[in-house]
């Protein structure tokens, strides 16, 4: 049981190291004034925007933090066009 615990430990400041990386990525490949990334160029929300958007709301369930960024204003515009 105590190694069950400890993995589950190690498993949440995993994920939480996740969340931290790909809002980073999140705040590099923001939308700029032409509807494009300004980080990468291509239309936004571009591939690195999606996946570390999936990658936040995926290992968001187990970090040990789930509070959004305070950069991470786009994040939230991005999920309300998801959201039905
Ligand atoms: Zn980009």
Request: charged share 20%; hydrophobic share 40%; aromatic share 10%.
């Amino acid at each position: 049981m105590a190694v069950y615990q400890s993995q589950a430990v190690a498993f949440a400041q995993y994920a939480t190291a996740q969340v931290a990386y790909h809002e980073q990525a999140l705040a590099l490949h923001e939308l700029d004034g032409t509807g494009c990334c300004r980080f990468c160029g291509r239309a936004w929300p571009c591939d690195e925007a999606r996946h570390s958007r999936r990658m936040v709301d995926h290992f968001s369930q187990w970090a040990l933090i789930d509070e959004p960024a305070p950069t991470s204003g786009l994040v939230r515009t991005y999920l309300k066009g998801c959201r039905p």
